[in-house]
């Protein structure tokens, strides 16, 4: 009985991690679509360059975070 407990509490804790990667999955497909030649969004492509290349306006700060 403690077995079938134990995999009931596994199983449930396989499916919360799932739905976390599917949400991942989903914000991450909808960044591509944003990013396709024909439709992408500027406020995305300036984020990613950003990010990337690191470029920054003059009245901002960069603190980098570990």
């Known amino acids: 009985m403690t077995r079938l407990i ?4 596994a199983t ?4 919360q991690k799932n739905d976390m990667i599917t949400h991942k999955r989903m914000v991450l497909e ?3 679509k ?8 500027k406020d995305l492509l300036e984020e990613q360059v950003r990010l990337t290349l690191g470029y920054t306006h003059e009245n901002e700060y960069v603190i980098v975070r570990n």
């Open 6 to 9: 134990s995999l009931g509490q």
């Open 12 to 15: 449930e804790t396989m499916s």
């Open 30 to 32: 909808d960044k591509v």
């Open 34 to 41: 944003m990013m396709r030649p024909g439709s992408i969004n």
